[in-house]
């Protein structure tokens, strides 16, 4: 089914409208939950309360992008727990490693996660990666904002790990230099 058609349910209130939704997206919101808290049942409920905040929001809102829309509710959902089981000192997942790259190149006192919902850092981030090609973007936003492993970013785009961590490191490290140029850090 299309988004548009899934939407349209969203706003006749059909309960469809989530039955639709999880057949198209449920396997990649579920990703983006896994892949923050490395847990499948804390990954299935993030993404149930994805799709209740979907159907609380819509309408009033309607995305122009459902995919984006669903992962951006799930990876702040992810996030949210995450916080909740690190401050638990029950972390452990890919997402530490994740942050603490992150903070190389975004030194703050506030954490990394927060830091990332400064409008202007992200508009400098943006920026910046629209610049860089597209492999490279694509493994920057696979590792940092889907949270994936540097092997699962190597196997997907068909290169060796030692590449991807190269290619990671020097992004980090042209964003560092961006961001000061740009006197956000």
């Given at each position: 089914?299309?988004?548009?058609?899934?939407?349209?349910?969203?706003?006749?209130?059909?309960?469809?409208?989530?039955?639709?939704?999880?057949?198209?997206?449920g396997a990649y919101c579920k990703c983006i939950a896994h892949n923050i808290l490395c847990n499948q049942q804390d990954s299935e409920e993030c993404v149930n309360d994805t799709y209740?905040?979907?159907?609380?929001?819509?309408?009033?809102?309607?995305?122009?992008?459902?995919?984006?829309?669903?992962?951006?509710?799930?990876?702040?959902?992810?996030?949210?727990?995450?916080?909740?089981?690190?401050?638990?000192?029950?972390?452990?997942?890919?997402?530490?490693?994740?942050?603490?790259?992150?903070?190389?190149?975004?030194?703050?006192?506030?954490?990394?996660?927060?830091?990332?919902?400064?409008?202007?850092?992200?508009?400098?981030?943006?920026?910046?990666?629209?610049?860089?090609?597209?492999?490279?973007?694509?493994?920057?936003?696979?590792?940092?904002?889907?949270?994936?492993?540097?092997?699962?970013?190597?196997?997907?785009?068909?290169?060796?790990?030692?590449?991807?961590?190269?290619?990671?490191?020097?992004?980090?490290?042209?964003?560092?230099?961006?961001?000061?140029?740009?006197?956000?850090?």
């Amino acid at each position: 089914m299309k988004d548009i058609d899934i939407i349209k349910l969203y706003f006749a209130r059909s309960e469809k409208a989530i039955d639709e939704t999880n057949i198209k997206y449920g396997a990649y919101c579920k990703c983006i939950a896994h892949n923050i808290l490395c847990n499948q049942q804390d990954s299935e409920e993030c993404v149930n309360d994805t799709y209740l905040r979907a159907w609380n929001s819509i309408p009033p809102k309607e995305p122009s992008n459902l995919r984006t829309y669903l992962g951006r509710i799930t990876r702040g959902l992810a996030i949210n727990r995450y916080k909740l089981y690190s401050a638990e000192k029950r972390g452990g997942s890919t997402a530490d490693i994740v942050f603490s790259e992150l903070e190389g190149c975004i030194p703050s006192q506030m954490r990394v996660e927060d830091s990332l919902d400064e409008k202007l850092l992200l508009k400098s981030i943006e920026d910046f990666l629209r610049r860089q090609s597209t492999e490279k973007r694509n493994i920057f936003l696979r590792r940092y904002w889907y949270c994936s492993s540097i092997s699962d970013i190597a196997r997907d785009f068909s290169v060796s790990e030692s590449k991807v961590a190269s290619i990671l490191y020097r992004q980090r490290m042209k964003l560092k230099e961006h961001l000061e140029s740009e006197e956000l850090i």
